[in-house]
């Protein structure tokens, strides 16, 4: 089963309203376990980045400014979403945070050159399933990582590839996959086979009675009284 967790930073808050994505991150997942492959990539979003953003992001005009457009990178892109490593057909669900939010940007952005939408069917919304699994209890990211003890001590600002990693890591929490105490079991069950490998055979010991042993066995059966096996 192949999975990609997705995450983006963007202008703002709304794509209707001209805001355009700047990040781009993602990891692909095979069996729920990280394969090694990412996607990132810094877009200019031919637009200027309003402070309040900046300030969830920390990405700047200027360092946006030499950074390919969406166009230079949607190729690619969608190759990750859509192909695995040997470049051969293999459509991914999407694992995202708040799927809506970053989905409308990504299609509005896809409708802008226009190629087709993704649809929602492809994407697994993890806020979604915290709010079922835990009603009532916070369900950002943040709060997430706390609950599964994720170390998120590096997520200083957003980052789309930084979140991805950590989401990755929630989703498998949220899922039922996240279980620390089964490297313990492995770790466990390879030093047992290996105490095994390691067992010296010795010979049986013999346990056949000597004559002075059956002969005080003898004695001490004359002495008992009535035995039952002789009733």
Request: with cysteine.
């Amino acid at each position: 089963m192949r999975e990609v967790v997705l995450d983006t930073e963007t202008t703002g808050l709304e794509p209707r309203e001209g805001h355009r994505i700047v990040e781009i991150g993602a990891l692909e997942l095979l069996n729920h376990l990280p394969s090694g492959r990412v996607f990132h990539v810094y877009l200019n979003p031919e637009r200027d980045m309003p402070a309040e953003a900046q300030k969830v992001h920390g990405l700047t005009t200027a360092f946006l400014s030499d950074k390919p457009v969406f166009a230079e990178a949607v190729e690619e892109f969608q190759a990750f979403l859509e192909s695995d490593r040997d470049h051969n057909p293999a459509p991914a669900k999407l694992i995202i945070h708040n799927a809506s939010f970053d989905m409308a940007f990504i299609n509005s952005e896809l409708q802008r050159l226009g190629r087709e939408p993704i649809g929602a069917e492809r994407t697994v919304d993890t806020l979604h399933l915290a709010r079922q699994r835990f009603p009532g209890a916070p369900a950002s990211l943040d709060a997430l990582c706390r609950r599964f003890n994720v170390d998120a001590s590096a997520r200083t600002q957003h980052g789309a590839l930084l979140d991805s990693e950590l989401l990755a890591e929630v989703y498998l929490g949220l899922i039922g996959g996240r279980q620390p105490d089964l490297g313990l079991v492995h770790r466990t069950a390879r030093r047992v086979a290996a105490q095994a490998r390691e067992r010296t055979v010795r010979p049986a010991r013999p346990h056949a009675p000597s004559a002075a042993e059956l002969a005080a066995h003898q004695v001490f059966l004359q002495q008992l009284k009535a035995p039952i096996w002789l009733a």
